[in-house]
Nanobody
Framework: QVQLVESGGGLVQAGGSLRLSCLAS????????MGWYRQAPGKQRELVAD???????NYADSVKGRFTISRDNAKNTVYLQMNSLKPEDTAVYYC?????????WGQGTQVTVSS
């Protein structure tokens, strides 16, 4: 069974950095696109960044130049390096992965940026 487990969230001051990790387990092969989404209180879940198995990336305009998504295919892990964090980045961050034609979500990790 496919499971996604996020880690690395926490509380940080504005201007600080955090690195999120998401490990996809239970997968032998077939792992395709992976990505990070976030959901702030009272708002819809939105795409932050995604990355294909070949390494092509896509970012939300609000995080371009500040966040970097990467992946280690040998470890079935995707990362999100978040720099210059702002209070408006506060949200629960979710990992999403496509395995063959199915999509899976992690449980989420809280990121809180204080002003």
């Amino acid at each position: 069974q496919v499971q996604l487990v996020e880690s690395g969230g926490g509380l940080v001051q504005a201007g600080g950095s955090l690195r999120l990790s998401c490990l996809a387990s239970g997968i032998i092969f077939g792992l395709n696109d992976m990505g990070w989404y976030r959901q702030a209180p009272g708002k819809q879940r939105e795409l932050v960044a995604d990355i294909t198995s070949g390494g092509s990336t896509n970012y939300a305009d609000s995080v371009k130049g500040r966040f970097t998504i990467s992946r280690d295919n040998a470890k079935n892990t995707v990362y999100l390096q978040m720099n210059s964090l702002k209070p408006e980045d506060t949200a629960v961050y979710y990992c999403k992965a496509k395995v063959y034609v199915r999509y899976y979500w992690g449980q989420g990790t809280q990121v809180t940026v204080s002003s």
